[in-house]
């Protein structure tokens, strides 16, 4: 009876893991170390099992990723988020749509496209009928409540504007290639059935996510876009970017508008499992005002810096690997690949270092090195404490599938 008693509870650990709330809590570390055990024991536990597990030690792979029938339960997808983003259900309550025709119209989109299917009201888990390019007209708006959901096809949003999350809520975008986003398209764009409005031009950003919330962006890869491949601006918050494989790139990832928006000081965001590849010079992310947690990311490629900010961002590396470059001097953009992971913007050194950046079981490598600040106190922390950090030397393994997928029917992914 123990027995079965034990492999039931087994079980619904499995089924229904166990994550730290996006809120504050009073010991983020006690709460860190009960996560961690409770990860390490079901990865124990489905070893054991075999057929349950990847074993990849990846929270949110290991959810999902093995059962051979997850074409059948897409949705499950939801319920394996983590960090501050956790609670982004996307279109989890809602009907699947199929994406049939790669066509964009921005102001008139026809049944069967992505824009339309973005636009809608209600909750929608938003799938693709086949391999296909889509290359929008407009910045594609994306209504509350969706899942862009790309495993099983190979899907490319690529070659015009990208993705805009604007006051929205509970998006998830996973398995997405989205690459050579560019700035302008169509000025005017429809944002629900009901509403078109005249648009600024498209920065160019593949994610742009513009006073959002409860938002997760993971296992897309990301590369050669005309401002940042996923910003995150206005009083965004709740986010989790996670998983993802960024290349070719300049400025990778603006978490936050500028120096003088200080309702950005209620950011809250995730980066965990992502892998920051060859071709990326700074930004991975640039910080301001809020609370950011890097988590288990493999840096193997920078050349101006890694992690940057202004306007005192509490910063939280754990368990990250760093990777130096090796040629120090770039001829063509005239200037040193700088070692130092780190990069204070717009301040003096007495009062960056007020600021709370800390690096605790990181991975430094070829010279690679972070210059902590701050008070360096645990509750200095709590906000931007979302999960537990797995030891740096697991990086490699965790990260191993950052990207799009290809995910095969029948099969595990």
């Given at each position: 009876?123990?027995?079965?008693?034990?492999?039931?509870?087994?079980?619904?650990?499995?089924?229904?893991?166990?994550?730290?709330?996006?809120?504050?809590?009073?010991?983020?570390?006690?709460?860190?170390?009960?996560?961690?055990?409770?990860?390490?024991?079901?990865?124990?536990?489905?070893?054991?099992?075999?057929f349950l597990s990847c074993k990849t030690g990846n929270p949110i792979d290991d959810c999902w990723r093995c059962d051979p029938k997850w074409h059948k339960n897409r949705k499950r997808l939801a319920d394996c988020a983590i960090g501050f983003g956790k609670q982004a259900i996307g279109g989890?309550?809602?009907?699947?749509?199929?994406?049939?025709?790669?066509?964009?119209?921005?102001?008139?989109?026809?049944?069967?496209?992505?824009?339309?299917?973005?636009?809608?009201?209600?909750?929608?888990?938003?799938?693709?009928?086949?391999?296909?390019?889509?290359?929008?007209?407009?910045?594609?708006?994306?209504?509350?409540?969706?899942?862009?959901?790309?495993?099983?096809?190979?899907?490319?949003?690529?070659?015009g504007p990208c993705i805009t999350i604007q006051y929205v809520t509970n998006v998830i975008i996973h398995g997405i290639n989205i690459h050579d986003c560019k700035?302008?398209?169509?000025?005017?764009?429809?944002?629900?059935?009901?509403?078109?409005?005249w648009r600024t031009v498209s920065d160019g950003d593949g994610v742009s996510i513009f006073g959002g919330s409860h938002v997760w962006v993971d296992h897309c890869s990301l590369s050669n876009c005309a401002d940042g491949l996923i910003d995150a601006i206005h009083g965004s918050t709740a986010i989790t970017i996670s998983n993802n494989y960024m290349t070719h790139h300049n400025k990778v990832m603006l978490l936050g508008h500028n120096d003088g928006f200080t309702r950005d000081r209620s950011m809250q965001v995730t980066i965990a499992f992502n892998h920051?590849?060859?071709?990326?010079?700074?930004?991975?992310?640039?910080?301001?005002?809020?609370?950011?947690?890097?988590?288990?990311?493999?840096?193997?490629?920078?050349?101006?810096?890694?992690?940057?900010?202004?306007?005192?961002?509490?910063?939280?590396?754990?368990?990250?690997?760093?990777?130096?470059?090796?040629?120090?001097?770039?001829?063509?953009?005239?200037?040193?690949?700088?070692?130092?992971?780190?990069?204070?913007?717009?301040?003096?050194?007495?009062?960056?270092?007020?600021w709370n950046w800390r690096s605790q079981g990181d991975l430094y490598l070829n010279g690679a090195f972070f210059t902590r600040s701050g008070a360096g106190a645990s509750s200095s922390y709590a906000r931007a404490s979302s999960l537990a950090a797995r030891p740096s030397n697991l990086v490699a393994s965790i990260t191993a599938g950052a990207g799009s997928l290809k995910c095969k029917k029948g099969s595990s992914c």
């Open positions: 009876m123990a027995i079965k008693l034990s492999l039931l509870l087994l079980l619904a650990l499995l089924q229904f893991p166990t994550h730290i709330s996006t809120s504050p809590v009073s010991d983020p570390e006690s709460v860190a170390e009960e996560v961690d055990r409770s990860i390490r024991n079901a990865t124990d536990g489905r070893r054991s099992l075999g989890r309550d809602g009907k699947y749509y199929t994406v049939t025709d790669p066509g964009d119209h921005p102001v008139k989109p026809k049944p069967g496209t992505l824009r339309y299917a973005a636009i809608q009201n209600e909750p929608l888990w938003i799938v693709f009928a086949r391999d296909m390019v889509i290359k929008l007209k407009a910045e594609l708006m994306m209504n509350s409540f969706k899942t862009i959901d790309g495993r099983g096809s190979s899907v490319h949003i690529a070659g700035k302008g398209g169509n000025l005017y764009v429809r944002d629900s059935p009901e509403h078109f409005g920051f590849g060859e071709g990326l010079v700074q930004r991975m992310p640039r910080c301001r005002h809020g609370y950011f947690h890097v988590v288990n990311n493999d840096y193997t490629h920078w050349q101006m810096y890694a992690i940057g900010g202004s306007a005192a961002p509490t910063i939280n590396s754990q368990g990250n690997r760093f990777l130096a470059p090796d040629d120090r001097f770039n001829k063509e953009l005239e200037f040193a690949f700088d070692p130092q992971v780190t990069k204070r913007e717009v301040a003096s050194e007495s009062e960056w270092k007020k």
